[in-house]
T-cell receptor
Framework: SQQGEEDPQALSIQEGENATMNCSYK?????LQWYRQNSGRGLVHLIL?????REKHSGRLRVTLDTSKKSSSLLITASRAADTASYFC???????????FGSGTRLLVRP | GAVVSQHPSRVICKSGTSVKIECRSL??????MFWYRQFPKKSLMLMAT?????????EQGVEKDKFLINHASLTLSTLTVTSAHPEDSSFYIC???????????FGQGTRLTVV
């Protein structure tokens, strides 16, 4: 089962531009996480934002969380060709270890 | 960060045979691991939760007799695709977490092709 949707499904930008991806979810959450997946590989954790936080930064990444709208956004600033990957949000919906993933955004950064 | 190792990374098998995929947590004890399936250009679909020393918990619609999960130790979970058919061809990924509400660590994934 999937928790929610991400948009856009695909995004193509020029190197140096910013990329914004949005994630919406359906149920109450404990936290929301963003992961990156290179084609044909496993996922790598990028950032975790807790339900009582509104914004978090990590390097060129900025994540926001709006629990009233059940949505989050991931901003990648000054994008690089190496940022080309699929990006997924995932939510912890209860105290179990289970993570539920969004539909993902495929990002292409053109050199 | 913690490492989860998944093996094999790629396997081709004939219809009707079984395939075992291993997932190892290399530097922390994982009482719980997860198995996901991913179709091309799609998201990860949770198949089952692997519980050390007890039966796996399967998500709705996942055939437990088709996808056998064994979690015999705190560092190893295995997924066996039994009597594989071409429609079982997919990318399978495992993950482990040290505790709830923390980051998850993923294996490299296994590309299964059934011919």
């Amino acid at each position: 089962s999937q928790q929610g949707e991400e948009d856009p499904q695909a995004l193509s930008i020029q190197e140096g531009e910013n990329a914004t991806m949005n994630c919406s979810y359906k149920t109450s959450i404990n936290n929301l996480q963003w992961y990156r997946q290179n084609s044909g590989r496993g996922l790598v954790h990028l950032i975790l934002i807790r339900s009582n936080e509104r914004e978090k930064h990590s390097g060129r990444l900025r994540v926001t969380l709006d629990t009233s709208k059940k949505s989050s956004s991931l901003l990648i600033t000054a994008s690089r060709a190496a940022d080309t990957a699929s990006y997924f949000c995932a939510t912890d919906v209860d105290s179990s270890y289970k993570l539920i993933f969004g539909s993902g955004t495929r990002l292409l950064v053109r050199p | 960060g913690a490492v989860v190792s998944q093996h094999p990374s790629r396997v081709i098998c004939k219809s009707g045979t079984s395939v075992k995929i291993e997932c190892r947590s290399l530097d922390f004890q994982a009482t719980t691991m997860f198995w996901y399936r991913q179709f091309p250009k799609k998201s990860l679909m949770l198949m089952a939760t692997s519980n050390e020393g007890s039966k796996a918990t399967y998500e709705q619609g996942v055939e437990k007799d088709k996808f056998l999960i064994n979690h015999a130790s705190l560092t190893l979970s295995t997924l066996t695709v039994t009597s594989a058919h071409p429609e079982d061809s997919s990318f399978y990924i495992c993950s482990a977490r040290a505790s709830p509400n923390t980051e998850a660590f993923f294996g490299q994934g296994t590309r299964l092709t059934v011919v």
